[in-house]
Structure formats: C-alpha cells, structure tokens
C-alpha cells in the first residue's frame, strides 16, 4: 500500500502530463541499490505519481509532494519526493526511510 495519497480529487481530470525526472533524480533511483524488490517498488511509487500527480497534498508552503511505500517483509520502505507544474510531473528524489524517523 502506498501512503500520502487523499481521495479524488478534481484535478486529476486534466490531460495527462509528462513525467520528467529532475537533474539528480537518476543519481537518488541509482543510489537505492539494484535489489528487485526495490526496483519494483520504486516503479510502483513512480507509476502511482504519474498517474494520480494530485493524489497527495503539497508539503507545508512548497509545491514539493511525497509519496511513501512503507516498509513490508523483503521490501524496503521508500519515499518519493515530486511536483507538478503547468509543463509536466517532475520526479525529485527517491530514498530509503525509517518509519520510525520523524
């Protein structure tokens, strides 16, 4: 399950935007490792943000939005930092985090 995401919202029925990965957001995926599990839920949080881009609200006074994966058996927690402007869904960062971490 992948958390941060509020219910519909009207938004979202606007024409499909590019997802573009910002400079430096190649450098965080790389960082994460090669393990599938990762991977796979590295695309899932990348899929989820393309698609529904206006499914989380905006971090406090940013135009900055988090999708989170928690952490379950074999696979690692993750969180993806990304935006959304009038051109495009821009791809932040992606990492590892602690649940329990603030």
Do not use: C, F, W
């Not at 919202?9 to 997802?19: A, L, N, S």
């Not at 952490?71 to 602690?98: F, K």
């Amino acid at each position: 399950m992948i958390r941060g995401q509020v219910p519909h919202r009207p938004q979202e029925h606007v024409r499909p935007k590019p997802t573009l990965p910002a400079p430096g957001y190649q450098r965080s995926r790389a960082a994460l490792g090669d393990n599938t599990h990762t991977a796979g839920i590295a695309a899932a949080l990348e899929l989820s943000a393309a698609s529904r881009p206006y499914a989380t609200d905006t971090l406090s006074g940013l135009m900055v939005r988090v999708l989170y994966a928690p952490r379950y058996g074999d696979y690692p927690g993750l969180r993806l930092y990304y935006s959304v402007d009038d051109i495009a869904i821009r791809l932040l960062r992606i990492e590892h985090y602690d649940e329990l971490e603030p």
